[in-house]
């Protein structure tokens, strides 16, 4: 089971435990630590997350309609993904990201 290690938007780090196989944004919903008003169509973009520079690679870049919907983010960064496109396996165990901040 990957082990994800998250920043939340208060700048606190937690460990959370994910089943391979889910997204990142519902092991993350789980915790109340996104809203994911959409619910994973990528049309929201609350589920908006920035991945660790060591782990880009392994998360790897956005889908084209992912890219559209974090062109209106203020929040973008060069390692910015959306959780709800990211599938978790075996290979992100150990992953670091942080919660976007909050948007409007
Ligand atoms: S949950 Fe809405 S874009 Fe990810």
Redesign the pocket.
Known sequence: MPVLNVTDRDGTSSLLTAAPGTTL?AALRAEGM?E????????????HVHIAAAWWEAVGPPTLEETT?LEFSLERRETSR????VLLGPEHDGLALSIAPAEG
């Open positions: 944004m996104v994911a008003i959409c619910g994973g169509t990528c049309s929201c973009a609350t589920c919907m959306l959780a709800c496109q």
